[in-house]
């Protein structure tokens, strides 16, 4: 009694539905291309072709699904101690700072194995200090933590000019960015991984921090899944009042689901600064926090809905980027359209077509079950 | 066999492995209350979750009038004239009266027009059916027995005929019970047809004209209710004889195991509670809490139990004490030797979209032998999560299962099951079978008797008078946030009753 809807088999909850929402976002979009006169065939193959016609472009894509990966998890976590980061893009960009004095230390002198660790910790010490100042103000003053977690992303926003214009940038220099790192702040690209495939990286940044990433999702779901902690924050998250009843400390939760949260988030700042600039400049985190709420909405917090939800998103960055350079009548904006159709269909209307599938489910149960029965009698 | 309202025909249901429903036949005459009992998990609440439109049956038709009709959703059921009374009820808490009766079948575009339309029609509901209720109140500042009330007014706003109410009583007092059935018998004088599912045989004995009773899924009997008995009908639901009275022997009281000294507790508002509250639990000895719920009980239990703030008093547990006033920790006073069986365990005891067996470990989660280091060992919590399925005989037994998909009494047992295999010293329960059919209560009575007999202390508090006194060794009566009385449990139910009122407190006290 306590669902409306009965249960649906697994491949309709986690295949079909999604897939439906999909493709009502792009038929939605299709239509919106035709609304400013360009043809939505040509559009979608520029997405398709944009995201994977070459190992370069796959490279991209997979380049921008590693970010998104991270924020996506950072978001999921927070969410499942019923917390909701909006954080990330905040905690990402002060995660940098994590990397960059790894790199600025010791790039010169040592290889890129072993600033690499250095600079994990670094991101994600300073993404969770990020998210601990909200979690503790939550947790000790109950300022509520969708609040303070976006004040907090326009005081990193100021931070970080004030320390790319005026601490790390080198002397002399006109431009608001450290200096360019030696090899030893360089990650190693997975081009090898694409040639098994038989494909050329070409100038994608597409690096190590993708296995970062993917190691990243499989310890989120130890976490949540597998360990103590994660039985509590999972406890919070559905019901406070059980957890209090547990004598789960509520606040103990918030801070440490919060920086863990901040801790992902603050990894993301490998990728780009590691990966693909290899120095660190501004706005370098560009949305990437806030894409991560639509991920893990639509990876319903799960590792495993995470990265294919990331993958998606990469191919509408990549891919979109791609229609705009083609498509000179479709603009920048038209592309975050787009974006945004996907997050509404795929995201916020999620149900919408849920009460349909059951019911067409319900009925093919039935009829099924007739069958059965008329060859029993 | 004209005035039949309700034909179900071969209704059968399954949720995976679970057979729900299998097979069932069901007529229910029209203008008659007709009840429907059997066991948790019996299939009760599927088979008119099936009539109501929100489940699809597998198989089976139902009729409405004699005439065929496919059900797809709660909006066909109404427009056929079934009305539904849900256990949680479905309002919107910050409307008033008169805006959830509308809610969904405001007419118009333009409110102001329904408005009126809608009140003129409530108020000649609430004449011809005496359902007084104050239409510009807020939904919220009501008690449950006038929500309730509302739910029905709703269902007969949109012209039901035929009235479904799944275990109304189960959170009413005895004296809005009264009223509710007061009610039921005014709708069946004109004509309505009321489906009533309940696990209070007295219940049914009292107002139904014909009762079915299911078991595991089927429907084992109907039985014209004048010609039947309680026994008959409780060996039919369970499958064999049922004590209905517990029996136990004389208590042998050792150690003071929980002592409360002038506890006293205020909410959030500042209103006192709980009001300069003192007795002890002993050793082996059960002590009972009767009174109309509302009255303090509840935030006595949760101040004991150390998930709400006292502002001034004592307790001790094992001879020490428990800081009830400052830092509460529930997790230490379990490590302590306190069990807490909470009286809400949808929103407390449970955590309803957990697994079964993530739920048996919840509040014990730290004892190691559910962990390998910081990681849960799940093998070693299934493990023990299907120990205590089979010693609980909790159904279905599948400790994967997710919670809210057990029945009500199934899950009053997972939580049972886990304060109570715990061997704590003192055992703190509140409600303990509120929605949990005949035979599970002989079940749950059975092992608080043996709790007691094992030593340990335990503190019951039940607004089931009957409960309370069949299983307590000493009762004290609470009014208005004070204790007004302590009786032996030999004392009438007129003596208690007038306590509970606090009529016969206040002479005490003056004395
Ligand atoms: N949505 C669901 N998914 C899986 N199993 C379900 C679902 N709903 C009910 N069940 C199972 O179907 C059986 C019948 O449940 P139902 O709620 O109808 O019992 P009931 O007779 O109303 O019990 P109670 O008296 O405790 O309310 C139970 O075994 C229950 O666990
Ligand atoms: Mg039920």
Redesign the pocket.
């Known amino acids: 009694?306590?669902?409306p809807y009965?249960?649906l088999p697994g491949w309709v909850e986690y295949g079909l539905i999604p897939l439906i929402n999909l493709a009502v976002a792009f038929l939605v979009a299709g239509l919106v291309v035709l609304l400013v006169g360009e043809n939505p065939f040509e559009a979608a193959y520029h997405l398709i072709n944009g995201a994977f016609g070459r190992g370069e472009y796959i490279g991209f894509t997979l380049y921008y699904a590693t970010t998104f990966i991270f924020t996506g998890l950072a978001v999921a976590v927070a969410f499942h101690a019923g917390l909701f980061n909006i954080g990330g893009e905040g905690q990402a960009y002060v995660g940098g700072i994590g990397v960059a004095l790894a790199c600025l230390w010791l790039d010169q002198v040592m290889p890129w194995y072993v600033v690499f660790p250095l600079a994990i910790l670094g991101s994600a010490f300073f993404g969770a200090l990020w998210a601990f100042l909200p979690g503790w103000l939550q947790a000790r003053r109950g300022s509520h933590i969708v609040i303070t977690t976006i004040m907090f992303n326009f005081i990193a926003s100021s931070l970080m000019v004030y320390l790319l214009t005026r601490v790390l940038k080198p002397l002399g220099s006109m431009a608001p960015q450290t200096r360019t790192f030696a090899e030893g702040g360089q990650l190693p690209k997975l081009d090898w991984l694409l040639s098994i495939f038989g494909l050329n990286v070409g100038t994608a940044p597409f690096n190590i921090s993708f296995l970062l990433a993917l190691a990243a999702a499989f310890g989120v779901w130890v976490l949540i899944w597998r360990t103590r902690l994660g039985y509590e924050m999972r406890t919070m998250g559905h019901s406070p009042s059980a957890a209090r009843y547990a004598g789960i400390r509520e606040s103990r939760i918030t801070v440490i689901a919060m920086m863990i949260s901040g801790g992902l988030a603050g990894m993301m700042a490998l990728n780009p600064i590691m990966g693909e600039q290899f120095r660190m400049q501004l706005d370098f985190v560009q949305g990437a926090g806030f894409v991560g709420i639509a991920v893990a909405l639509m990876g319903r917090s799960h590792p495993g809905g995470i990265i294919p939800a990331a993958i998606l998103f990469g191919v509408l960055y990549q891919g979109g980027a791609e229609i705009a350079f083609e498509m000179p009548s479709i603009s920048r904006d038209m592309i975050v359209i787009i974006q945004g159709l996907v997050i509404l269909f795929a995201g916020a209307l999620e149900n919408m077509f849920r009460p349909a599938i059951t019911r067409a489910f319900a009925m093919r149960g039935q009829r099924t079950a007739a069958v059965v029965q008329t060859k029993g009698a | 066999m004209d005035n039949i309202a309700i034909e179900l025909r071969g209704i059968d249901k399954s949720?995976?492995p679970?057979h729900?429903?299998k097979d069932i036949n069901l007529k229910v005459r029209k203008g008659t209350i007709h009840g429907i009992i059997?066991?948790?998990?019996?299939?009760?609440?599927?088979?008119?979750?099936i009539l109501y439109g929100f489940?699809q049956a597998d198989n089976g038709e139902i009729l409405v009038d004699g005439k065929p009709v496919s059900i797809r959703d709660p909006n066909t059921a109404i427009s056929v004239g079934i009305g539904m009374v849900h256990?949680h009820f479905m309002l919107v808490e910050n409307f008033t009266v008169l805006e959830n009766v509308m809610l969904g079948a405001e007419d118009s575009q333009i409110l102001n027009k329904g408005i009126a339309k809608a009140r003129q029609e409530l108020k000649r509901l609430e004449k011809e059916y005496a359902l007084e209720v104050n239409p510009d109140a807020l939904i919220e500042e009501l008690p449950v027995g006038l929500q309730q009330r509302v739910e029905i007014l709703k269902a007969l706003y949109r012209r039901a005929d035929i009235l479904i109410l799944?275990?109304p009583t189960g959170v009413l007092t005895p004296a809005e019970a009264d009223h509710l059935f007061r009610i039921l018998g005014q709708l069946k004088a004109q004509g309505k047809t009321i489906i009533l599912?309940t696990?209070k045989l007295r219940e049914i004995m009292a107002i139904t004209d014909e009762v079915s009773v299911?078991r595991r899924?089927e429907m084992v009997a109907t039985r014209t209710t004048r010609e039947t008995s309680v026994e008959e009908l409780a060996e039919l639901m369970v499958g064999r004889r049922v004590l209905l009275r517990v029996e136990k022997g004389e208590a042998s009281p050792g150690d003071v195991k929980l002592a409360v000294q002038g506890l006293t507790v205020k909410d959030s508002r500042g209103v006192t509670m709980v009001d300069d509250v003192s007795f002890e639990v002993r050793a082996g000895e059960i002590v009972g809490i009767a009174g109309v719920a509302g009255n303090g009980q509840s935030e006595l239990l949760e101040a004991i139990a150390g998930i709400r703030k006292a502002t001034s008093g004592t307790v001790l547990l094992n001879g020490r004490s428990v800081d009830v006033t400052g830092h509460r920790d529930p997790a230490e006073l379990r490590a302590r030797g306190l069990a807490h069986v909470p009286e809400d365990r949808h929103h407390v005891g449970l955590v309803l979209k957990f697994e079964e067996s993530e739920n048996a470990i919840l509040g014990y989660h730290n004892d190691p032998r559910y962990l390998k280091g910081v990681f849960l060992d799940i093998d070693a919590i299934r493990k023990d999560a299907e120990e205590k399925i089979a010693k609980y005989d909790i159904?279905?037994p599948n400790a994967r299962?997710?919670t809210?998909?057990?029945?009500?009494?199934?899950?009053q047992k997972i939580v049972l099951a886990r304060e109570m295999e715990r061997g704590p010293d003192v055992l703190i329960i509140g409600q303990p079978t509120r929605?949990?059919?005949v035979g599970a209560i002989e079940f749950i009575h059975k092992r608080i008797i043996e709790m007691r007999d094992q030593g340990k202390a335990v503190l019951l508090v039940s607004v089931e008078l009957d409960e309370i006194r069949s299983l307590s060794d000493r009762i004290l009566v609470m009014f208005a946030g004070r204790v007004v009385g302590e009786r032996s449990p030999e004392a009438t139910e007129g003596e208690l009753g007038l306590l509970m009122a606090g009529v016969e407190g206040r002479k005490e006290a003056a004395e």
Not at chain 2, 404 to 411: L, P, R, T, V
């Open positions: 009694m306590s669902t009965a249960k | 949720f995976g679970v729900a429903n059997g066991e948790n998990g019996a299939g009760k609440s599927t088979l008119m979750s489940y256990q799944d275990e599912i696990h299911m899924g159904r279905p299962l997710k809210a998909n057990f029945s009500g009494g199934n899950q929605g949990v059919d």
